[in-house]
């Protein structure tokens, strides 16, 4: 229940701050001026496509976060027997957090109007991505050639489960950003380009987030950074 607690609570802090920077707390009646004057005071200022990318991730984030409570209230069933993690679960996350870095840097250079740091960002970060979800195969390829199958342990079952679902959301966010690389090919222009480059972004960071906690979860680092709070309060 503290592993979710904190992920909730990660997930909340960073929507407050990315919502601040959408000028929402703006208050256009105390401004003087004309309207038009006032950047996000005229039409909506989110649009449409981010507001469905962060209904999206609270949806994502809801449904991560159940697993996480499911995890760790089954963890102290009788039945359950920690499985040791393949250390290739450490080479995997440092070429996630390679790949969040390239988006991001696609997402500076798209705000420059460079157009080839566009191009070098999004491929890094999409070959990133590729990479990743092979070594989280082999990873799996590796558990099950030790005996660690999904119905052989409750704690098999969750590995598997939570690994799956991450990918799977990876898998969805490279469609996105394949199309995206593919309006960069047929030339379109970086007024167009914006908007989609940061919306990948802001996914692939997400990801990243979720990552971690997973696998401070499973690592039972999240426990002991949560124990170490509470000392620190108490």
Known sequence: MSAIILFMAVIAVIAGWWLSQQRLTAKPWLEEGSIDDFPGTGAMTLPAAKIGLGVFIAVASSLFALFISAYSMRMNMVDWRTMPLPGLLWFNTGVLVLSSIALQWAHLAARRDDMDGVIVGLCAGGASAVI????QVLAWQQLRAAGYFVASNPANSFFYMMTAAHGLHLVGGLVALGR??????RGAEM????LSVELCTIYWHFLL???????GLLTGWTDDFIDICRRLLT
Not at 132 to 135: A, D, E, P, R, T
Not at 180 to 185: C, S
Not at 209 to 215: D, G, N, P, S
Request: aromatic share 14%; glycine share 4%.
């Open 209 to 215: 987030l979720v990552w971690l906690v997973l696998l």
């Open 191 to 194: 007024a167009q380009l914006r």
């Open 132 to 135: 990743f979800l092979i070594g």
């Open 180 to 185: 995206t690389t593919a309006k960069v090919w």
